[in-house]
């Protein structure tokens, strides 16, 4: 047993400082890394410092002292990529088990994807999940809107009405807008308003029927392969209509070697390209879709070892800004089944950090660049005020025990959907909790 991080019961229901005692307060945008106490103040970052906290402060029976010596207090994180499913298909997440999951992994803000049912193309659609959001208070979620209607890469949606009623972005997650003509036009469009179109690339043309990465594995399985150059074919196109239109591109879960090629030379040359990694292609090859099955099959799909080098060097070196979780809730009914049947994706908030901490303790990923991926580089993506540990900012604050060894189950997830082949496994560090405004939206248990 550990001791707890402050006792419960004696806790004070509303304090009016909360301090965190001896942290090592980790925030590559302010360039802080260092062993000190942060003092929370009516939601407010009020003092950081070396003995900032006082000894009457430390004893006072008004303040909460989080004693959390060497923990990392981190800039809470902000996921530019999750499905909550709802409308459509609550049995599987809804705005508030999906927000709840975001608590638990450490993330103050989640941008959802729109191919809820109704897919969101419209404002009222938007306007809805942003009101179902302020209601249950705790994370705040941030709609991306569709880039054609009904995602049938046709007639652009009224992007004006959408960014007003909260739209950060659109994108047609999913589904790739195959026409170089429309795409066009959504960049031009999208432009006006600053807006990132966000692009799922693939050319559905050459991954007809593909269940998984084309290679030796799925000849061996015998099922059909998802090429590399469907994907980098598309995002090599729309560099060429993001340089021509001046707009701004991000490209969704890069997956190939191909792609990190393809936008570090765009990167070089000024097109105002982002894009994003998810933990499992950073983690996992083809090879995993033998042992994990259904669970496996996301889309893109899990590579080989030399795109996971790749895209791993692309994130500490910058060319890829962001980790995102591509979250995607799928009950037993879309996952135990064939593999053909199966729906693609997993779940993914509340396992960044025990997952992705393991290249953060191999030096592969520097703490700084892990940190930076999940607050600095999303928000200035989709344009939000990026989480600090900045004097003055909101609090947005989550604890992390670097070295607390544990097992993440089904069971321990506040997502509805369960649906991981990382569960049942030993981790080292872990969410302890997440801090939001006046709020802790999680805390999680004190035993190891
Ligand atoms: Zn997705």
């Known amino acids: 047993m550990i001791a707890p991080l402050f006792d419960r019961a004696r806790a004070p229901k509303h304090p009016e400082l909360v301090v965190f005692r001896g942290v090592r307060a980790v925030d590559p945008a302010a360039g802080l890394d260092a062993l000190i106490d942060v003092i929370v103040e009516r939601g407010l970052i009020a003092r950081v410092g070396a003995g900032a906290a006082t000894q009457e402060e430390l ?18 994180f902000v996921d530019l990529h999750a499905h909550f499913r709802e409308p459509g298909q609550e049995y599987k997440e809804d705005i508030g088990s999906g927000l709840a999951a975001a608590a638990a992994g450490g993330f103050a803000h989640v941008c959802c994807m729109p191919n809820t049912k109704p897919i969101n193309d419209t404002r009222a659609i938007t306007e809805m999940m942003v009101a179902r959001a302020a209601s249950v208070g705790g994370t705040r979620l941030h709609p991306i809107a569709a880039i054609t209607k009904g995602q049938r890469g046709e007639e652009l949606t009224e992007m004006a009405d959408l960014r007003e009623a909260g739209a950060v972005g659109v994108s047609d ?9 429309v795409m066009r036009r959504a960049l031009e469009y999208a432009r006006t308003f600053d807006m ?29 392969g998802w090429p590399r150059v469907a994907e980098d074919a598309i995002v090599a196109r729309d560099l060429l209509l993001a340089e021509a239109t001046g707009a701004r591109y991000h490209v969704a879960h890069v997956s190939t070697e191909g792609s990190v090629r393809l936008i570090r030379e765009a990167k070089s040359r000024g ?41 791993r060097a692309a994130l500490a070196d910058g060319t890829i800004d ?19 049947e199966a729906s693609p994706g997993m779940v993914g908030l509340e396992l960044v950090v025990p997952v992705l901490l393991e290249l953060v303790h191999a030096g592969v990923l520097p703490l700084a660049r892990f940190v930076d991926a999940l607050t600095r580089a999303p928000s200035k993506i989709v344009g939000l005020e990026a989480p600090s540990l900045v004097v003055g900012a909101r609090a947005e604050l989550t604890l992390v025990d670097p070295d607390l060894e544990h097992v993440v189950s089904a069971a321990s997830l506040r997502s509805k959907s369960k649906n991981s082949p990382f569960l049942d496994r030993t981790y080292r560090g872990r969410v302890e909790l997440t801090m939001l405004g006046e709020q802790f939206a999680f805390l999680g248990g004190e035993h190891r």
């Open 196 to 224: 990132p179109v966000i692009q799922h690339c693939e050319d559905h043309g050459l991954t007809a029927g593909a269940q998984m990465h084309e290679g030796a594995v799925a000849t061996r399985l015998g099922l059909r």
């Open 271 to 311: 097109i105002r390209v982002t894009a994003e990694v998810t933990p499992h292609h950073l983690m996992l090859t083809d090879e995993a879709i033998v042992g994990y099955r259904t669970f496996c099959k996301v889309n893109p799909p899990l590579r080989e070892a030399r795109d996971i080098e790749a895209l």
């Open 173 to 181: 997650d999913g589904v790739c807008v195959m026409s170089s003509v």
């Open 59 to 76: 004893t006072s029976e008004r303040v909460l002292v989080v004693d959390a010596l060497g923990r990392w207090l981190l800039p809470a």
């Open 322 to 340: 962001a980790i995102a979780t591509d979250h995607a809730p799928h009950s037993p009914l879309e996952k135990d089944c064939e593999m053909q």
